[in-house]
């Protein structure tokens, strides 16, 4: 029962009245009938909407991660795009 990761990143700079943020966790969780059991998740919000990627029940780990792999790389590909055309 290892897996513990629990991470909040803030998107915007603390002046900013935006509440843009990052949340990353992979670790265990008690439901309502005391059962233990592991969440693992990312979610994206900001002032307005909110995303969570999360397993489901059809994913194994591996496909979680490459799920999370294939994101990274359409986020690189689309800065990249972003920055040649400011």
């Known amino acids: 029962m290892k897996p513990n990761y629990s991470k909040r990143t803030w998107l915007n700079t603390i002046k900013s009245d935006s509440t843009g ?20 998740f990312l ?5 307005h909407h909110k995303v969570r990627l999360h397993i489901t029940s059809d994913d194994t780990r591996k496909q979680f ?3 999370l792999k294939l994101l990274n ?3 690189k590909k689309f800065i990249k795009h972003l920055e040649s055309n400011i």
């Open 73 to 75: 790389s359409e986020i």
């Open 65 to 67: 991660i490459s799920k």
């Open 43 to 47: 979610e994206i919000s900001d002032c």
């Open 21 to 40: 943020s990052v949340v990353a966790f992979d670790g265990y969780v008690v439901d309502f009938e005391g059962k233990k059991y592991r969440e693992t």
